[in-house]
């Protein structure tokens, strides 16, 4: 079965860039493009990065997004302390998989 | 604009089935190349999709998933459904709906979500 690993926890202070890793496998994040989610305490997750490096409308372009091989980044530039949630990434290997999710916390 | 939202049960006993409907209002079901999913969240954890369906019917599930689970259309009403049968503990959850890309774990937008709980 295969997974998308992410780390558990991330941290940054304020103006800070952090990067959030989702690493996969050549069947998986080698092979397709990788979507990330932000999703706050309560709420239902948002589309925040999608085909790998894509913006969906209303996204700052503090949020940007990068894959290679087998891995992909999502990078959180200028970081605020609205941007403290959790953040999942996704992809496509016979099956859609989500990452185990990130919690960012903005010290 | 385009709106999901949930609705069936907040409550399922052991070995039951567990129903839910996906209302879609903003526009049609039927007029776009989307697939239209269901991801569910365990209290305290992470997503996991359960599967989507085409305004035709196609379906695709999650192989884990895949013996206990129904989803169907209904394009007259602009609504999606989800049948999970047999259902445990393990299966309480946030369940949500979301417009899906298709084979691509691209899901937007989402609905509110629903909290169905498995208890007797």
């Known amino acids: 079965q295969s997974v998308l690993t992410q780390p558990p926890s991330a941290s940054g202070t304020p103006g800070q860039r952090v990067t959030i890793s989702c690493s996969g496998s050549?069947?998986?994040?080698?092979?397709?493009?990788v979507n990330w989610y932000q999703q706050f305490p309560g709420a239902a997750p948002k589309l925040l990065i999608y085909s790998g490096r894509q913006r969906p409308s209303g996204v700052p372009d503090r949020f940007s997004g990068s894959q290679s091989g087998t891995s992909a980044s999502l990078a959180i530039s200028g970081l605020q302390s609205e941007d403290e949630a959790d953040y999942y990434c996704?992809?496509?290997?016979?099956?859609?998989?989500f990452g185990g999710g990130t919690k960012l916390t903005v010290l | 604009q385009l709106q999901l939202q949930e609705s069936g049960p907040g409550l399922v006993k052991p070995s039951e089935t567990l129903s839910l409907t996906c209302t879609v209002s903003g526009g049609s079901i039927s007029s776009s190349s989307y697939y239209w999913g269901w991801i569910r969240q365990p209290p305290g954890k992470g997503l996991e999709w359960i599967g989507s369906?085409?305004?035709?019917?196609?379906?695709y599930y999650n192989p884990s998933l895949k013996s206990r689970v129904t989803i169907s259309v209904d394009t007259s009403e602009n609504q999606f459904s989800l049948n999970l049968r047999s259902v445990t503990a393990a299966d309480t959850a946030v369940y949500y709906c979301?417009?899906?890309?298709?084979?691509?774990?691209?899901?937007?937008?989402w609905g509110q979500g629903t909290l169905v709980t498995v208890s007797s």
């Open positions: 369906i085409y305004h035709s019917g196609i379906a």
């Open positions: 996704a992809t496509w290997d016979d099956n859609v998989l």
């Open positions: 050549s069947s998986s994040i080698g092979s397709d493009t």
């Open positions: 979301a417009r899906d890309l298709g084979y691509t774990g691209y899901f937007d937008p």
